[in-house]
């Protein structure tokens, strides 16, 4: 597959900020911690490989924990944008 991961990626921030503000502290996601990830793999206009790969192994890691409806809707939806089978070895 082709990396089209841009200069700019945040997928070092997404990451750094979903393991050590979030998982380490709670051990899930709620929704606005969902929207400022979201914000930061979008600051560019577009999620890139890298990015997605990080929004993937942290959804994954959220996998038999607590988390809100609203929540599995947007990791859902994420999923059908971005087929994981694209993105994970």
Known sequence: MEEHAAADSRAKEIIAYAYLHVM???GTIHTNELA????L???DG???DSEAR?????FD???GRPVSPEVIRCI???RKLYPRENYLP
């Open 46 to 48: 577009v999620v890139d």
């Open 61 to 63: 890691h959220l996998e």
């Open 54 to 58: 990080a929004l993937h192994r942290i």
């Open 41 to 43: 793999a979008l600051k």
């Open 24 to 26: 380490a502290i709670e």
């Open 36 to 39: 400022l990830m979201k914000k």
């Open 76 to 78: 859902t939806a994420f």
